[in-house]
């Protein structure tokens, strides 16, 4: 069975610093995808970024951006100029092509991420 | 237009009644979720459904009952639930169930089961 392992439950940042948030996974399969979502405390869950396994490059999107290690299963988020905004619980997950109708998310236990001004 | 709507923002409820939770989106999308979140913890699937019919039950208890009366709509009827059954409910949407299609999610509707 796939798991999601986030080590850091808690991680602090001074705003404009940066920071990486770590993630690892167990898979067999070789087809799958890789996310971020932040959950602020208004409870919304977001779509970060996203990585697909068969793409070598690292995703980005403005601050955040991704090293993704396959061979080390390892999944780490880089937040650059952290702003108080980004303060949250981030979970990385994982999603695996099972064919036609089914698609399950499955999600690390989060890492909470304060922001200090 | 991103949105999924959930109402209500706030169920109290008794071990005895009957409610339901309601999800809506308007994005055309054709694949939609239940999630429960606990504090602090990630969210776990609950059901999804597909075109309207339920592609899977994460053998869940048989007091949570979806339904999807059209491709806009996703209810969540609740009875006879217990305390720990108290939580956040997360609704989510996607285009299709491909591995390509994001997730949508709603801000969640926290059950409270007294």
């Known amino acids: 069975a796939q798991t999601v392992t986030q080590s850091q439950p808690e991680m602090s940042v001074q705003e404009a610093e940066t920071v990486t948030l770590s993630c690892t996974y167990d898979?067999?399969?070789?087809?799958?995808?890789l996310f971020w979502y932040k959950q602020p405390p208004s409870r919304q869950m977001i779509l970060v970024i996203r990585?697909?396994?068969?793409?070598?490059q690292n995703a980005t999107e403005n601050r955040f951006s991704v090293n993704f290690q396959k061979a080390a299963k390892s999944f780490s988020l880089k937040i650059s100029d952290s702003q108080l905004g980004d303060a949250a619980m981030y979970f990385c997950a994982y999603r695996r092509n099972y064919g036609g109708a089914t698609n399950k998310l499955i999600f690390g236990t989060g890492t909470l991420l304060a922001v200090q001004p | 237009d991103t949105e999924v709507t959930q109402t209500p923002k706030h169920l109290v409820m008794g071990m005895t009644n009957k409610k339901s939770l309601k999800c809506e989106q308007h994005m055309g999308h054709r694949a939609m979720y239940w999630y429960k979140q606990k504090a602090k913890k990630p969210p776990e699937l609950m059901f999804v459904y597909s075109y309207e019919k339920l592609s899977i039950n994460e053998s869940v208890p048989s007091r949570f009952s979806p339904e999807c009366p059209n491709s806009s709509l996703l209810n969540l009827h609740l009875h006879a639930l217990q305390p720990e059954d108290s939580a956040l409910y997360l609704c989510?949407?996607?285009?299709?169930?491909?591995?390509?299609?994001?997730?949508?999610f709603g801000p969640g509707t926290r059950l409270t089961v007294t």
């Open positions: 989510a949407s996607s285009q299709r169930t491909g591995l390509t299609y994001e997730q949508y």
């Open positions: 898979t067999s399969e070789s087809d799958y995808y």
């Open positions: 990585q697909e396994a068969y793409k070598q």
